[in-house]
Nanobody
Framework: QVQLVESGGGLVQAGGSLRLSCAAS????????MGWFRQAPGQEREFVAA????????NYADAVKGRFTISRDNAKNTVSLQMNILKPDDSAVYYC?????????????????WGQGTQVTVSS
């Protein structure tokens, strides 16, 4: 079993930055890929970023490329999402997720465990 707890959300003005963190417990963390997804009110949850088990391979949704950076520290069992140049459209609940497989994936169905989410609100 893996438990995930997100932190770092909050209210920020457009153009600002936030860093989300996800602390994981459980033995599958170091060998599983991690991802960040988000869900805005009235919308479906969507992919944001993913990182493979080693941290060497990442991929991003087009909407966040060049602004967001995903990273992980397997020694500390954490994954982070650095978000820069934030826009009001980035406002959402952000979820971290882990999958048992090692490859980074943008597909929500491939993730096995999910956190409870952290709210990010970007004001214009």
């Amino acid at each position: 079993q893996v438990q995930l707890v997100e932190s770092g959300g909050g209210l920020v003005q457009a153009g600002g930055s936030l860093r989300l963190s996800c602390a994981a417990s459980g033995r599958t963390f170091s060998t599983g890929a991690m991802g960040w997804f988000r869900q805005a009110p009235g919308q479906e949850r969507e992919f944001v970023a993913a990182i493979n088990w080693s941290g060497r391979d990442t991929n991003y949704a087009d909407a966040v490329k060049g602004r967001f950076t995903i990273s992980r520290d397997n020694a500390k069992n954490t994954v982070s999402l650095q978000m820069n140049i934030l826009k009001p459209d980035d406002s959402a609940v952000y979820y971290c997720a882990v999958r048992k497989g090692p490859r980074a994936s943008s597909r929500e169905v491939e993730y096995d465990y999910w956190g409870q989410g952290t709210q990010v609100t970007v004001s214009s």
